[in-house]
T-cell receptor, first 111, second 115 residues
Framework: DAKTTQPNSMESNEEEPVHLPCNHS???????IHWYRQLPSQGPEYVIH???SNVNNRMASLAIAEDRKSSTLILHRATLRDAAVYYCILRWEGSQGNLIFGKGTKLSVKP | EAQVTQNPRYLITVTGKKLTVTCSQN?????MSWYRQDPGLGLRQIYYSMNVEVTDKGDVPEGYKVSRKEKRNFPLILESPSPNQTSLYFCASSVYLGEGGNEQFFGPGTRLTVL
């Protein structure tokens, strides 16, 4: 699986948008971009995934660069509950297997 | 409620005393797996199972066993635990979303301490 690079930590204010970047310059054409997050004292949870087009769901939006070498997870209005470690993961199409977690980005949200 | 459950949630044991951590999912998922999470090393896969009676090693399988006799259960067995297996363990099950998406559902974790 191709590697991803994320900032170690980021801070945000409550109710402001948050843009979490991820670089994946060696991504292949069949790699999907997945985001998971891990709240304190909990298991990881799925956030969103995409291939080429931007994606929206109830939790977040995923903006994918045209060359696919980077992507950004967007939380439109951060809440205190969004404080977590966010992982950007590349997955081969059709893979059911291992999620390779990097160190992720620890997001802190200030009231 | 769709969920993955693990038991026990916390366990302190001694070196060499066999233990089993149970994992159960109620979503009829075919794929299940076990991860361990350690500071500085992140989450690493131990074993996974594509379906009943089909299991395979992940990245760090040494010292662990698994079995998959039923679709819903995937226990993790430590035959002779050692202190280096002190860790936070997560069980997960997976559903294929289509278009390259596999959503993995994780359990709440089991914190194991081996003295």
């Amino acid at each position: 699986d191709a590697k991803t690079t994320q900032p170690n930590s980021m801070e945000s204010n409550e109710e402001e948008p948050v843009h979490l970047p991820c670089n994946h310059s060696t991504i292949s054409g069949t790699d999907y971009i997945h985001w998971y997050r891990q709240l304190p004292s909990q298991g990881p949870e799925y956030v969103i995934h995409g291939l080429t087009s931007n994606v929206n769901n109830r939790m977040a939006s995923l903006a994918i660069a045209e060359d696919r070498k980077s992507s950004t997870l967007i939380l439109h209005r951060a809440t205190l509950r969004d404080a977590a470690v966010y992982y950007c993961i590349l997955r081969w199409e059709g893979s059911q297997g291992n999620l390779i977690f990097g160190k992720g980005t620890k997001l802190s949200v200030k009231p | 409620e769709a969920q993955v459950t693990q038991n026990p949630r916390y366990l302190i044991t001694v070196t060499g005393k066999k233990l089993t951590v149970t994992c159960s999912q109620n979503m009829n998922h075919e794929y299940m797996s076990w991860y361990r999470q350690d500071p500085g090393l992140g989450l690493r896969q131990i074993y996974y199972s594509m379906n009943v009676e089909v299991t395979d090693k992940g990245d760090v399988p040494e010292g662990y066993k698994v079995s998959r006799k039923e679709k819903r259960n995937f226990p993790l067995i430590l035959e002779s635990p050692s202190p280096n297996q002190t860790s936070l363990y997560f069980c997960a099950s997976s559903v294929y979303l289509g278009e390259g998406g596999n959503e993995q559902f994780f359990g709440p974790g089991t914190r194991l301490t081996v003295l």
